[in-house]
């Protein structure tokens, strides 16, 4: 690609049934860099990336993966990505090293070549003790492991991973992030879609929003943190029922509305003048007798960035109402 | 690593070369599942097996065959168009794990060829059935049933394999129908009187005027009879056309079944990139 872009998307648009699941989609990935994806629930970030898979055909617009028009080109494509779907899609029946020995083969590297890249691979992505247990047996965090060595059997140029992480624990996660940041290293350029907004922030260097179809923002973390603008104080108690207090509080001292965090028990709200109003929120809560676990002040998160994009939240994260009510 | 590393660069071959290759990788695919689940193999292999001792002891003595003749030589080879006849619940089942579980996709992702996920899918059904059908004609020869053997056994074999074939197009497409593995289980429940109301364990002559049409009308007939004649146990045979055109009908339906859902079929799975 001519201008260091290895994904290049003008208004993609994709109907189903009428409704548009993208709808004027646009997105610039530049080459040897994460690139996160980043929306809610049925916000077409699939959509997105089975279009530029060559998996599903696009209603309107261009997409170029790797210099090559996908809509025109979709063979050539398929030689020089990587794709690992929401769900991880290796072959249950079989062990991790028969699937990555069968991926090999049908990326036609012939059986020698297959066997030797599943032994390098199963190693690259510490399965080698797993091998020759069947993957029904895995954990999900094996499976995902798996399923990205499967991607990589070609060392392709641009690597999609949607929703790499979802359902995953903890620890599994952070394995797979670490997978991801090896991978990096070696020169592929990655396409990440997430939910999670702390994904986005540890693993990208570019976040390109999507809601309802559509990129509403495309920025660097910081500069998507800078757009919500100023800090937050932030309030974490101990007890759920003490949540309504510290609103109050919080709402006296501070400009800005409070946001609560239910199930966090978090409270946050942004500020101006940052010390003085940490140290006089700190000071009344201590007044009225409020066990504060944790205080603080904060960069705005993502996920502040998004409710100031869209309007709402990303999340199952209830309103400052709602937490009222409870 | 990088990307022009030589262990990971594809070879260059023709393109038809490569369906064959995907075809045979996928194939060799199936036959490792078999291998890794032993257990499958024996329910696949025991219930043809179990079928052919239930029925043959169990029916074998109260049934009649009209015009006379041996049941057995009538139930035998019956019971191999049975099985070959459910052979598309194994072959929806497994494609619609596969599609569910996103292995459809990611085969579609790769530069392969396509097509070859199904013909594999088919190949590999063929050989199953092939199993099947020795093994269940092994066990009817230790019950005593004795076909001719030559060219007629050899025709008989290849006519149920035709039906198996036609039968792998249905089964495809409606693994890409239903939504879940759980749904293809379910198509045992229609494909169950779909088999019994046909000539395979009784005459069409004994039932009931209009059932007897709808059986003899019913595409596995024509396969029972015909290999009923070929393998030289021709009882129980009926006048009507459809009947006294049995060799014809076991050759024209699965043409007629292949005609109709291989594009349905490959309009289900070109369907699968809208
Ligand atoms: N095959 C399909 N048929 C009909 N509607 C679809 C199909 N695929 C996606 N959609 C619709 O398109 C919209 C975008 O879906 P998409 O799966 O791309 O969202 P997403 O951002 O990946 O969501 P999630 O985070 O839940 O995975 C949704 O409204 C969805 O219902
Ligand atoms: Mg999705």
Known sequence: MSDGHAVRAEGLEKRYGGKPAL????????????????GPNGAGKTTAVRILSTLVKLDGGRAEVAGLDVARRPREVRARIGLTGQYAA???????????EMFGRLFHLGGRRARARAVELLDRFDLTAAADLGVGKYSGGMRRRLDLAASMILAPSVLFLDEPTTGLDPRSRGEVWDSVRALVAGGTTVLLTTQYLEEADRLASRITVIDQGRSIADDTPDGLKDLVGGDRVEVVVAER???????????RVCEGEPETDEEALRVHAPVTDRVAALTEVARTLQDEGVAVEDIGLRRPSLDDVFLRLTGHRTGARTTEKEAAAA | MSALDPTTVPRERGRLYWLLADCGNLVRRGLLHYQRQPVNIAWQLGFPILSVLLYGYVFGSAMKVPGGGDYQDFLMPGMFVMTMAFGFINTATLVVHDSTKGVIDRFRSMPMASSAVVAGRGVTDLLAACAELAIMMLTAMAMGWRPDGGWGFLGAFGLLLWLRFALIWIGVWLGLLVPNPEAAGGLFAVAFPLTMISSIFVAPQLMPDWLGW?????PISSTAAAARELFGTPVGGGDSWIERHALLMAVGWPVILTAVFLPLAVRRFQRLSR
């Open chain 2, 214 to 218: 709808v059986a003899a009308w019913n």
């Open chain 1, 23 to 38: 709808d004027g989609f646009d997105l610039a990935v530049r080459e040897g860099t994460v690139h996160g994806l980043l």
């Open chain 1, 90 to 100: 290796v072959d249950e029946v079989l062990t991790g090293r028969q699937n990555l």
């Open chain 1, 241 to 251: 029922a003490e949540l309504p207090r510290v609103v109050k509080v919080v709402a």
